[in-house]
């Protein structure tokens, strides 16, 4: 069986910190992926992925990531969980554990300063879907499906 998860897209949020009782870092972000095709005469579309990680990469992603910045998933698994909401009913909510990541680039500069080995910016010679756009990712809470 495999499950693994690659994505590349932007933060829709501050990554949100928390910590569980017995002191475990985690924390959850949004990540905006636009979808590979652009409908005619439309707007390019994007999927909103909810991501957890834990322990030193969740306090590493909460201290370097922000709104908008461009983040690529390099390890991940999809997961599913389940709880009961205020009403009584069964909620199901499916994330990506995220285990490796790194900083995404729309161009062959780091500013982190990685070695840029493997990058994945424009260098990779794979698809970028935030090359040259610029844009902030600008969205309410209204506009997300969770």
């Not at 829709?12 to 017995?22: A, V």
């Not at 992925?49 to 834990?54: E, G, L, Q, S, T």
Request: with cysteine.
């Amino acid at each position: 069986m495999l499950n693994s998860v690659f994505l590349t897209g932007r933060l829709t949020r501050d990554p949100e910190l928390r910590y569980t009782p017995s002191g475990v870092a985690v924390v959850s972000f949004t990540l905006a992926v636009d979808r590979d095709y652009k409908p005619e005469g439309g707007e390019r579309e994007a999927d909103f992925i909810n991501c957890v990680a834990w322990r030193q990469t969740a306090e590493y992603i909460a201290s370097n990531f922000r709104k908008g910045k461009p983040m690529t998933v390099k390890n991940g698994r999809l997961q599913t969980r389940s709880f009961e909401n205020n009403e009584g009913r069964r909620q199901y909510v499916t994330e990506v554990i995220v285990s490796e990541f790194d900083f995404a680039l729309t161009d062959n500069t780091r500013t982190d300063g990685g070695t840029g080995a493997g990058g994945y910016g424009r260098g990779s010679g794979g698809y970028d879907p935030f090359h040259d756009d610029g844009r902030p990712v600008d969205i309410s809470d209204d506009d997300l499906p969770f």
